[in-house]
């Protein structure tokens, strides 16, 4: 019963703790970038007040993430260096309170809050970002014309299978074409079952053309090209006009972990570079879970005695903070240049993190 009463003490004073930095962290995100951005559309374009107000709640989602383990780390800084200037941590341990058996409800406040942050991640982060985007570019931009893109894919699924998947490694909006395009057509069994290539395809209005192709049909039993046929021109099987095309393509940012999966898997197929796609989507995971590896740096840092917990929790997490972005910043590097695989590179940090974490709860511990 004495320790229940302590576990929902300390819970609660890491959670006011972690609701503060969240805020804190928050308004300084957004003071630093939310509102030159909107000080610059509404000088720039004449932004209406709702379409402000749009970017303000649509932008928040992608500035809250990042306060997660920021926040974290902050709280269970702040909780235990106050607990620890009041003397409540000695009482506790003087009536054989263990330092684990303290720490306990902050690591499992730390591993709720990384678990939440990946959910937050996968099903609200990307939907606002492409609401953002959307409200920038046709709302406030007043873009009604297409622009230039890479990497275009585009599919026809029917029920949950897909029937057609078209790639593209650019549209080119001043000449409205397709370069370098692969249509492929799968069977009734998920299978490939034909092919086209094309240099590039062109828009007249009402249909796609694509010039100086090659078309294959796919044996269903071995896998292997049966018929090959090659083309001058010939109708690409699109239904979809150019705007139609750049509205349906999304940035990594707006796409959850399944599409960018889905994506890695298309643009492998056609021999693209990934990497970047790739530390994008392992990141989706990385970043939340910093929040326990934060917490289990932030307890043990936190009893260190300070005649001043506050400001010392403060200093504390911004050099902590630093290092830690510091690393991701050089492993998103490396994951990118392709001299570390991008699963290793992107978990650096927490892998640092985890060391330091495990090394100040063992000295704590003692």
């Not at 932004?47 to 749009?54: E, I, M, N």
């Not at 730390?110 to 492409?130: Q, R």
């Not at 705007?243 to 021999?271: F, G, H, N």
Request: with cysteine; aromatic share 10%.
């Amino acid at each position: 019963m004495r320790l229940r009463i302590l576990d929902k003490y300390i819970f609660r004073e890491v959670t006011l703790a972690f609701v503060f930095g969240i805020c804190a962290f928050s308004a300084v995100f957004i003071g630093s970038g939310t509102l030159f951005k909107i000080a610059k559309y509404i000088t720039d374009y004449g932004a209406s007040l709702q379409a402000v107000v749009k970017i303000f709640i649509f932008g928040l989602p992608s500035v809250i993430i990042w306060t997660f383990p920021m926040s974290m780390l902050l709280a269970t800084l702040l909780t235990f260096g106050r607990l620890s200037s009041n003397s409540e941590i000695t009482a506790m341990k003087s009536c054989g309170i263990s330092f684990s058996r303290i720490a306990m409800p902050a690591i499992i406040m730390g591993f709720v809050v990384s678990i939440a942050a990946i959910a937050f991640n996968e099903y609200v982060v990307p939907w606002a970002n492409s609401a953002y985007k959307n409200v920038v570019y046709y709302e406030i931009e007043g873009n009604s014309g297409m622009k230039s893109q890479e990497h275009i894919i585009l599919k026809e699924i029917k029920g949950d299978k897909i029937q057609r998947l078209a790639y593209a490694r650019l549209y080119d909006a001043e000449t409205q074409q397709l370069q370098g395009i692969t249509l492929q057509e799968f069977g009734e069994n998920g299978k490939i079952s034909h092919v086209e290539n094309a240099d590039y395809a062109e828009w007249n209005g009402n249909v796609w053309t694509m010039h100086n192709g090659m078309i294959y049909d796919i044996s269903d039993e071995e896998g292997k090209s049966e018929h090959t046929v090659r083309f001058k021109t010939q109708v690409m099987p699109l239904n979809a006009n150019p705007k139609q095309i750049v509205r349906e393509q999304k940035d990594a940012s707006e796409l959850t972990m399944k599409e960018l999966r889905a994506q890695i898997d298309i643009m492998k197929t056609q021999y693209v570079n990934t990497n970047k796609l790739e530390a994008e989507l392992y990141q989706r995971v990385s970043v939340p879970m910093a929040s326990l590896i934060f917490a289990l740096i932030g307890v043990p840092l936190g009893l260190q005695p300070t005649r001043n917990s506050s400001s010392a929790g403060f200093a504390i997490s911004v050099i902590i903070i630093f290092i830690y972005y510091a690393l991701m910043t050089m492993g998103n590097a490396l994951a990118r240049s392709g001299a570390l695989a991008p699963l290793l590179a992107v978990w650096i940090p927490n892998i640092v993190g985890l060391i330091a974490g495990a090394y100040f709860v063992r000295r704590a511990s003692r």
